[in-house]
Structure formats: structure tokens, C-alpha cells
């Protein structure tokens, strides 16, 4: 997993992980955990906190890993980084890699021109015939450099993938690639083929957007003189129109559906049906049984479409089927427990007048979606377009995507230099901030009530409000 650069606990995440669950446990194996954290530039803690609570509520769990141990750590990348500098050089004494003293500007600009003739852009080799005496000299003068693998110039690289059979990708679309970066880290590239070798790794199972790498990989077991992998590259989950599910079209936190009261066994199972079948239309099945009859032969590779209605549909079997004590139990750890009512109590405790107020004063604490059809007069900010103030909307989501947690001290800071930037009042951001998170114009004290409904539910209905000012005449 990588927690970077934001590393939400994506439900494309959950879904590989509960495929490669499945097999493993299926076969008497190990579901390992590891953390590709070698972008340390991006790398976030709490991230990798959040994938790991994710999962583990998603009830998909480890058997080696960084907070468990096993035989083959350590399980962080960032901690393994000696073992990736001695395989480079072993490439490099094999003649099978070399070191790349050229600067980023000109990369840039073989880039920049293989761009303008409408080439695919690739390294030109330059640093491929250095002497090794003289590549060492620099080296030890303190020169900047990479180390890049020499990919050969003519033919195609075949592998078999479980699921797709053979695949053929010709080496005109592959480049020298970089193995070890200039900061001493490795790329993804080198660190997963090494560590899958040496973790004993039997079978990758991941999404279909890592074919194109594949044949990197491929190439690396060759250089190293290594056994290979079986490769399985599941389909990737889909829009209802098709489209390759992302943030900006619907929330993919496995957090979000927990927040919004989704159950894990409900996600897990609409999980386990994307693009897989039990067969007999059998829809609703526990884990158990998917680990008992798993088999590689029912994945079906039309892009498996993630369904709202369908999740909705599917936790309300789940529900009905719980006794009334669970159900109890099930609102308790959700949002009725003590817990969330600490953080929701400060915030009403002056604006009500007695208990029975709280349910009418925090509504909009306890549910999903909410509404602003009310307030569309007020949703205007003076001399900015609804065009502008989509966008601009939009753009605070991602600056809010950027902060290392999500306190309301880091929400207020970033909105006033929001502000600052686009030339916007303060009181007029804030306002449609608590429409759209709370879906009234009057509310306990903003930031801190952003916090309470959660980072995820205020993602999507701050979304869902520059939508709905988008479309406004």
C-alpha cells in the first residue's frame, strides 16, 4: 500500500486487497502488508494509519506486516532502502544498469522536444556509455545521479497474466528506467520486484493499470536472474457511465461509506462482487465463504461497475438481517456511542434548551447528503461567476486533500489563504463552507463542526454544493 501523497483508504484499495485475501487464505497462504513509503517527500503517518484502521474495520487483516512482524520484514519500504543500493549495484556490475548524471533541465527539454515531434518521450541513453572508472569518479566528487536499467532497443516483452493470457508489449514503449532515484530511494519499480523476490512472493494481484509497468518488472527478473511472479491484473472498478471511479465523480473512501453507516460486512461483500460471481446469482456472501470457493476462473474482466443503489441495497439486507441487539450494538459504534457524542456535545451544548432539542440541533451530524435548494439566492460570492466559484470550490477540496490531518485550526488557516489568493471576503467563503457542510446557514462554530461531521462526508457535500452552484443560471 502507498500512503502517498495523500493516501486516502480508497475503496479500489480494499477491493485488491480483499481479492488478494481471498486467494491467499484460499491457497493456505500469507496476506502480506507492506508499505511502499520511499516517496518521502509525500510520504504521510497518519496515511498509513488510516489505510491500516480501514481495513482492518473492513475486516480484511494481515498476516505479516509492519504493526504485526513476520519472517521476511522490515515491512516499510523507507527502512529497506541498504537492500535496494546493493541490488542496484549488483545491476550495475552485471553491465544490466548504469549510473545518470543528467541534469533535470535536460530532461526537461528531451521531454519538452520529444513532445513537439510527437514522439513518445524517452532517455536518450546518454549516460549509458560513461566509463565505469569514470562513472565511479564522479560518484565519489559528489555528483548528483540516478541509476537507470538498460532496457534493450528492439523486439517485445510477452508475460502471461492469469486473467488476460499472453500479453506482448513492444520495448518502444519502455525507456531506461530509473531504479534508484538521486536521494538514494528506489522507485516503485525496483523496490517491489526485489522485495517480492525476497519476501517470496508467489502471485501480484493488483488493477489493471500496472500492465503497462509490467513489462518493466518482467525485465527486472531477467537482469536479476530471478523466477518471476504469475501476474493477475484485476479490472478496475467503474462509474455507472463507465468511467474509471474517481473522487470527482463519487466518494471512494472506504471511510465514507463507514461514516455515512454502511457496514463492513455489506462493503466487503459489494466488494467481493466486483466483477467476481459464486455462481447461482448468489449476491450475498461472507468472507468465509469467499475464501472457500475462490477461484481466478469467475473474475470476469467487463469493468465491474460500482453501484451506489446496489451498496445501498446490499446494507439493507445486511441490516434487516441483524437482531435487534446488534442493530442496537451497530448504531452504538457508528455514531451513537460516546465517542462522537464527545466531539458533537461542546458544539450544541449552548443552542439548546433542553434534550430533546438535539436531535433537530445535529441532524446534519448523523446523515449523508443534505440539501441547499433553499439557499440558492444566497450561494454567491460578489463579482465571481458560478463558473469561477465551482472551481475555486473544487480547488479548496484539494488544498484540504494536502493537510497532514484535519484539525479546524489547518481548515481555517487554509481557507483565509484561500482567501488571500483569489481575492475573496472571508465571511463570503465561510458562508457557503456552512451551507454546504451543514446544509443551513446557521450552525455550532464552523471549523470545528467541518471536523465533527468528519473529512469525508464534508469532501462530498462541499462537492456536491460546487456542483450544484455549477448548474445554477
Known amino acids: 500500500m502507498a500512503p502517498s501523497p495523500t493516501g486516502d483508504p480508497h475503496v479500489g484499495t480494499g477491493y485488491i486487497a480483499l481479492f488478494n485475501y481471498a486467494f491467499a487464505?484460499?491457497?493456505?497462504?500469507?496476506?502480506?502488508?507492506?508499505?511502499?513509503?520511499?516517496?518521502?517527500?509525500?510520504?504521510?503517518?497518519?496515511?498509513?494509519?488510516?489505510?491500516?484502521?480501514?481495513?482492518?474495520?473492513l475486516g480484511v487483516e494481515w498476516d505479516e506486516g509492519p504493526d504485526v512482524g513476520g519472517d521476511y520484514g522490515p515491512y516499510h519500504q523507507s527502512k529497506r532502502t541498504e537492500i535496494y543500493r546493493k541490488h542496484c549495484n549488483m545491476l550495475i556490475e552485471s553491465g544490466k544498469a548504469?549510473?545518470?548524471?543528467?541534469?533535470?533541465?535536460?530532461?526537461?527539454?528531451?521531454?519538452?522536444?520529444?513532445?513537439?515531434?510527437?514522439?513518445?518521450?524517452?532517455y536518450d541513453g546518454h549516460c549509458k556509455s560513461i566509463d565505469a572508472a569514470q562513472a565511479a569518479k564522479r560518484v565519489e566528487g559528489g555528483e548528483d545521479f540516478v541509476v537507470?536499467?538498460?532496457?534493450?532497443?528492439?523486439?517485445?516483452?510477452?508475460?502471461?497474466?492469469?486473467?488476460?493470457?499472453?500479453?506482448?508489449?513492444?520495448?518502444?514503449?519502455?525507456?531506461?528506467?530509473?531504479?534508484?532515484?538521486s536521494d538514494g530511494f528506489p522507485t516503485y519499480h525496483l523496490a517491489n520486484v526485489v522485495d517480492d523476490h525476497l519476501m517470496e512472493i508467489t502471485?501480484?494481484?493488483?488493477?489493471?493499470?500496472?500492465?503497462?509497468s509490467t513489462p518493466k518488472h518482467v525485465l527486472l527478473y531477467e537482469a536479476f536472474g530471478w523466477q518471476a511472479p504469475e501476474w493477475i491484473h484485476m479490472p478496475l472498478l467503474r462509474n455507472?457511465?463507465?468511467?474509471?471511479?474517481?473522487?470527482?465523480?463519487?466518494?471512494?473512501?472506504?471511510?465514507?461509506?463507514?461514516?455515512?453507516?454502511?457496514?463492513?460486512?455489506?462493503?466487503?461483500?459489494?466488494?467481493?462482487?466486483?466483477?467476481?460471481?459464486?455462481?447461482?446469482?448468489?449476491?450475498?456472501?461472507?468472507?468465509?465463504?469467499?475464501?472457500?470457493?475462490?477461484?481466478?476462473?469467475?473474475?470476469?474482466?467487463?469493468?465491474?461497475?460500482f453501484d451506489q443503489d446496489k451498496l445501498r441495497w446490499m446494507n439493507e439486507q445486511y441490516i434487516h438481517k441483524l437482531s435487534h441487539e446488534d442493530l442496537v450494538d451497530a448504531l452504538i459504534e457508528?455514531?451513537?456511542?460516546?465517542?462522537?457524542?464527545?466531539?458533537?456535545?461542546?458544539?450544541?451544548?449552548?443552542r439548546i434548551k433542553t434534550l430533546s432539542d438535539f436531535a433537530s440541533a445535529t441532524e446534519f451530524m448523523f446523515s449523508g447528503d443534505v440539501e441547499y435548494t433553499a439557499f440558492a439566492d444566497k450561494l454567491?460570492?460578489?463579482?465571481?461567476?458560478?463558473?469561477?466559484?465551482?472551481?475555486?470550490?473544487?480547488?479548496?477540496?484539494e488544498d484540504y486533500d494536502q493537510l497532514d490531518g484535519y484539525s479546524a485550526e489547518d481548515l481555517e488557516a487554509t481557507s483565509r489563504a484561500f482567501c488571500e489568493k483569489k481575492g475573496w471576503k472571508?465571511?463570503?467563503?465561510?458562508?457557503?463552507?456552512?451551507?454546504?457542510?451543514?446544509?443551513?446557514?446557521?450552525?455550532?462554530?464552523?471549523?470545528?463542526?467541518?471536523?465533527?461531521?468528519?473529512?469525508?462526508?464534508?469532501?462530498?457535500?462541499?462537492?456536491?454544493?460546487?456542483?450544484f452552484i455549477g448548474k445554477m443560471k
Open 25 to 57: 487464505h484460499n491457497m493456505g497462504g500469507k496476506f502480506i502488508l507492506r508499505i511502499e513509503d520511499t516517496d518521502q517527500a509525500r510520504y504521510r503517518a497518519d496515511s498509513e494509519a488510516a489505510i491500516m484502521q480501514a481495513l482492518r474495520w
Open 240 to 305: 455507472t457511465d463507465k468511467s474509471k471511479i474517481s473522487k470527482r465523480k463519487n466518494p471512494v473512501s472506504i471511510n465514507y461509506y463507514r461514516d455515512i453507516g454502511i457496514l463492513p460486512d455489506a462493503l466487503r461483500n459489494f466488494l467481493g462482487i466486483m466483477g467476481y460471481s459464486l455462481g447461482d446469482d448468489k449476491e450475498i456472501f461472507d468472507l468465509k465463504e469467499m475464501v472457500e470457493t475462490f477461484n481466478f476462473e469467475r473474475v470476469s474482466l467487463g469493468g465491474p461497475v
Open 334 to 350: 457508528w455514531r451513537y456511542g460516546r465517542e462522537h457524542l464527545r466531539k458533537v456535545a461542546p458544539l450544541i451544548r449552548e
Open 148 to 181: 537507470r536499467m538498460i532496457v534493450p532497443q528492439e523486439g517485445s516483452v510477452v508475460f502471461q497474466d492469469r486473467l488476460r493470457g499472453q500479453v506482448e508489449i513492444s520495448v518502444d514503449q519502455l525507456d531506461d528506467q530509473v531504479l534508484l532515484k
Open 426 to 467: 472571508a465571511k463570503h467563503l465561510f458562508m457557503l463552507l456552512r451551507v454546504g457542510s451543514t446544509g443551513r446557514m446557521a450552525s455550532p462554530p464552523l471549523f470545528e463542526t467541518m471536523t465533527v461531521v468528519g473529512k469525508e462526508i464534508t469532501r462530498r457535500r462541499l462537492r456536491e454544493l460546487a456542483d
Open 203 to 212: 502471485h501480484v494481484i493488483r488493477a489493471e493499470e500496472w500492465v503497462s
Open 98 to 122: 548504469y549510473r545518470c548524471f543528467c541534469s533535470a533541465e535536460r530532461l526537461t527539454e528531451l521531454r519538452e522536444t520529444a513532445r513537439a515531434e510527437k514522439r513518445n518521450p524517452k
Open 380 to 397: 454567491k460570492i460578489p463579482e465571481v461567476s458560478n463558473k469561477d466559484l465551482k472551481k475555486g470550490l473544487l480547488e479548496l477540496l
